[in-house]
T-cell receptor
Framework: KQEVTQIPAALSVPEGENLVLNCSFTDSAIYNLQWFRQDPGKGLTSLLLIQSSQREQTSGRLNASLDKSSGRSTLYIAASQPGDSATYLCAAPNSGGSNYKLTFGKGTLLTVNP | GAVVSQHPSWVICKSGTSVKIECRSLDFQATTMFWYRQFPKQSLMLMATSNEGSKATYEQGVEKDKFLINHASLTLSTLTVTSAHPEDSSFYIC??????????????FGPGTRLTVL
């Protein structure tokens, strides 16, 4: 059974700082890994999806990396802004092969202070 | 990008009543839809997987007679919480995939429905 862990649980940084959020998963036989953003009381916004054949994906100030062998992914946010404040979730497909159920980490609550 | 909607966005009901939540894929056909539940300050927990035209597959511990799922078309899945109780109060989120359960395409998430049972 896939288990996903995110560290840290919460992070508070001043505006402009670069930061890294960590995600680890127990079953490395994944086909992809997704990073999401969730604002309070809202649904999920997909940020980046990394296919298993890829090592990283970039979108604007966001860069996500994937190391399947070590069961780790990181989300790098450059030049953080107060608008980046949200909970960031990573999710990996469950082990078991033929299905596509996602297991979510508990998230990292990011606060960027102006 | 693909858009998934949910209706209603929030609902308050009395204990013992039933509540129906709709999940629609607006600009694509979703062969598979997923229903998640999220309690305050917790992560999303998968409740069930539904495929168009067939019965839903429920996760362990989820009562299928309490959480009725119908995936009648390629663009609509519904979740009905029957005889709701205060402990069913939660944030319910659906997602839709384009490729079926054996595909590894991206899932697209709805905005969620906040259910409060008094």
């Amino acid at each position: 059974k896939q288990e996903v862990t995110q560290i840290p649980a919460a992070l508070s940084v001043p505006e402009g700082e670069n930061l890294v959020l960590n995600c680890s998963f127990t079953d490395s036989a994944i086909y992809n890994l997704q990073w999401f953003r969730q604002d309070p009381g809202k649904g999920l916004t997909s940020l980046l999806l990394i296919q298993s054949s890829q090592r990283e994906q970039t979108s604007g100030r966001l860069n996500a990396s994937l190391d399947k062998s070590s069961g780790r992914s990181t989300l790098y946010i450059a030049a953080s802004q107060p608008g980046d404040s949200a909970t960031y979730l990573c999710a990996a497909p469950n082990s078991g092969g033929s299905n596509y159920k996602l297991t979510f980490g508990k998230g990292t609550l990011l606060t960027v202070n102006p | 990008g693909a858009v998934v909607s949910q209706h209603p966005s929030w609902v308050i009901c009395k204990s013992g009543t039933s509540v129906k939540i709709e999940c629609r894929s607006l600009d694509f056909q979703a062969t598979t839809m997923f229903w998640y539940r999220q309690f305050p300050k917790q992560s999303l927990m998968l409740m069930a997987t539904s495929n168009e035209g067939s019965k839903a597959t429920y996760e362990q511990g989820v009562e299928k007679d309490k959480f009725l799922i119908n995936h009648a078309s390629l663009t609509l899945s519904t979740l009905t919480v029957t005889s709701a109780h205060p402990e069913d109060s939660s944030f319910y989120i659906c997602s839709a995939g384009t490729g079926g359960v054996s595909s590894y395409n991206e899932q697209f998430f709805g905005p969620g429905t906040r259910l409060t049972v008094l």
